[in-house]
């Protein structure tokens, strides 16, 4: 069965088996390999995108329960990475392995959206689905700072 969506501003259409988690169309269909595999159960956050504005974690997500939304991953943020949480993301200096950060960023992004000026509470209630191994959780927390800065000069 074929599942359409949006990716990435993109119409895309994706003909693997429904229940297929979205994190492998993703990768393996569509050569998107920004979203990265962490645990496999949604425990984690490193496979985290956006769908429909919201973070969602698509190793555990069916391709066909985005069919019809639109899903942003991290390459579609901007083309030249100037989007404000990546700007912020380099000035921060946050990646230490990196592994996790795009699911750190993309959870980022939807946080500002529903809360341009948020608190550190605010950060922390957010970002608590997406775990660090490296521990650059108070890093992570001035980027998104920075970030909020970054959108109001704009």
């Keep these: 069965m074929a ?3 949006r990716l990435n501003d993109t119409a895309v259409t994706s003909t693997v088996d429904d229940d297929t988690p979205l994190l492998w ?19 984690c956050g490193a496979c985290t995108v ?3 504005g919201a973070p969602a974690p698509s190793c555990s997500l069916p391709v066909n329960a985005v069919a019809g939304q ?7 943020l901007s083309e030249n ?4 949480v990546q700007l912020a993301w ?8 990196g592994y996790c950060q795009s699911g750190q960023i993309m959870t980022a992004v939807a946080l500002l959206a529903d809360t341009p000026q ?8 957010a970002m ?21 800065a970054l959108s109001r000069e704009g």
């Design 90 to 97: 380099a000035e921060v200096d946050v990646p230490q392995c």
């Design 3 to 5: 599942t359409n969506f």
């Design 128 to 148: 608590s689905g997406v775990l660090c191994r490296c521990g650059t959780y108070p890093r992570i927390r001035a980027a998104i700072k920075r970030a909020a």
């Design 81 to 84: 990475r100037n989007h404000p």
């Design 70 to 76: 639109t899903v942003q991953t991290i390459e579609g």
């Design 50 to 52: 956006l769908v429909d």
């Design 25 to 43: 169309v993703l990768r393996d269909e569509l050569g998107l390999t920004g979203t990265k595999y962490g645990c496999g159960i949604a425990q």
């Design 118 to 125: 948020p608190s550190d509470e605010d950060i922390d209630a």
